[in-house]
């Protein structure tokens, strides 16, 4: 089964978009570093949890991978770059909306989804029907995420009844 690894962008999106609890209804195994809840207020820890994500922890040695992709990257986040690393060393898909993290996996050879994939994913997999995947893309965009409009008006376009 194909494992996602999730950032921080893409925990708030699902949270703020109603669909934390679905992501697990996908055909793939679906977890998180451990590192995220020193940045992260809402979703919880407990949040996360109780959505059947699997908790991921760094050995010593990846750990001081991710201080060296920080010398190597300045913008993304200490804990952004722990969910990269952890998508590496299990050979994962990272999951994210941060476009100075899909740029460093890019040039790790990460592969990265966002939350258009997620969505036509839990669209594809019958999970949630069209009407609710628009119905949370306007609740992540109306909680303040950066998504870009073409992108945002194709999908609203793709899901009219």
Partial sequence: MKLLIADTCILI???????LSMISKLPYETGFSDALFTELKRPTYDDVIKANLIEYSLPAESVID????????HNPSIPDLFSLIVARDNKAILLTGD??????AKIEGIDFRGIFWILDELIE???VNKEAASRSLQQILAKG??????????RFEQWKL
Avoid at 13 to 19: A, E, K, R, S, V
Avoid at 66 to 73: D, G, I, R, T
Avoid at 145 to 154: S, V
């Fill in 13 to 19: 999106d699902l949270y703020n978009g109603d669909i």
């Fill in 66 to 73: 991710v201080y060296s992709l920080n010398e190597k990257y």
């Fill in 99 to 104: 476009k100075k993290l899909r740029k460093a």
């Fill in 125 to 127: 997999h019958s999970i």
């Fill in 145 to 154: 995420a950066f998504l870009p409009k073409t992108e945002c008006l194709k």
